[in-house]
């Protein structure tokens, strides 16, 4: 793929088997739009209470680890519609690892530094449409990057921590591919989409699950290989409506299963690499904890490390 495809098709509407709303998911601008309930049924109060509340509390390696800036983010009515006028804050995770880690600081950095750069638009607007093919070839696989100067700090903050940029990506399309390139059938009996790997084993892509009981769930899968700069966030809405708890998977793996009203997550910090699982449903659709534990059971995470950087 040319940097020009690549480009267009960063910055355009991805399309996907499911519907994944990847503005949640990708860190491209720092405008987005997000839906949420917001009124709580009191059996769902009940559910994450149960779950361990202390959990979070007590800040026990979990999200509160992971936590970015809060993002404001438009109010939207019951149809979907933003609100004129009307905005909200919400939590934001990285997905390097935890905030203790070189990869979790250097993220944290970055995004503080988007946070109060350009911040009424104005160097965006004058460059409009402009591309730097330049500044795009430089910098690849960093598309929230659009001057030099913000190019500039992205490896000042690289280097500081001791790690590398990412250079280059390539398509995966099959579930063949996958368990080839990341060295191991990792996946179970869960579907995987077409996605990416980047040249150092970092990847990223949508599926599909099965849990008996439960039924068919969408996830999406990302893990971050240890030493290299990534900027990918997930807003979850509001940290306290989330419990939280270790569980130790059937291949032996212990990971942090984190459950709320819309979104479920499995974390699991591996030897060279930090593995994120976003569950597309919570305790709205009925998922339980008992459900988001038979599907870490599901993955094989030892089978993802050490991790095989792209031939």
């Keep these: 793929m040319?940097?020009?495809?690549f480009y267009q098709e960063t910055f355009s509407q991805v399309h996907s088997r499911v519907p994944i709303r990847w503005e949640d998911y990708a860190h491209m601008k720092r405008h987005r739009h997000a839906a949420r309930r917001l009124v709580m049924l009191a059996a769902v109060l009940a559910v994450l209470a149960a779950l361990s509340a202390a959990a979070v509390a007590a800040n026990l390696l979990g999200l509160r680890e992971l936590l970015l800036p809060k993002v404001t983010v438009d109010v939207?009515?019951?149809?979907?519609?933003?609100?004129p006028g009307e905005s909200r804050a919400v939590d934001r995770i990285g997905l390097s690892?935890?905030?203790?880690?070189?990869?979790?600081?250097?993220?944290?950095e970055w995004d503080a530094f988007l946070a109060g750069y350009d911040r009424d638009g104005a160097i965006l607007a004058a460059i409009g449409n402009e591309i730097d093919w330049d500044l795009l070839e430089a910098y690849p696989c960093y598309p929230a990057v659009y001057t030099w100067e913000m190019g500039e700090k992205l490896e000042e903050i690289a280097g500081k921590y001791g790690l590398t940029?990412?250079?280059?990506r390539q398509a995966v399309d099959s579930r063949s591919d996958w368990i080839g390139m990341a060295g191991g059938d990792f996946l179970g009996d869960n579907v995987p989409a077409p996605g990416w790997m980047y040249e150092d084993g970092t990847f990223h892509f949508d599926g599909e699950g099965w849990v008996d009981g439960h039924g068919m769930m969408d996830y999406q899968f990302d893990r971050m290989v240890k030493?290299?700069?990534?900027?990918?966030g997930l807003t979850i809405g509001d940290v306290d409506d989330y419990g939280q708890w270790s569980h130790t998977a059937s291949s032996g793996v212990t990971v942090t299963l984190v459950l709320g009203?819309?979104?479920?997550l499995i974390l699991a910090d591996l030897e060279d690499s930090f593995v994120t699982v976003n569950v597309l449903e919570g305790t709205d659709q009925g998922?339980?904890?008992a459900d988001m534990e038979a599907f870490a059971d599901s993955f094989r995470f030892d089978r993802l490390t050490p991790a095989l950087p792209l031939s």
Excluded: C, F, I
């Excluded at 880690?101 to 250097?106: C, L």
């Excluded at 009203?261 to 479920?264: A, E, R, V």
């Design 2 to 5: 040319s940097n020009k495809e």
């Design 76 to 83: 939207m009515d019951g149809d979907g519609v933003a609100v």
């Design 97 to 108: 690892g935890w905030l203790d880690s070189p990869e979790g600081r250097a993220q944290a």
């Design 165 to 168: 940029l990412h250079t280059r």
């Design 227 to 232: 030493g290299s700069l990534n900027d990918v």
């Design 261 to 264: 009203p819309d979104k479920g």
């Design 287 to 289: 998922l339980t904890a």
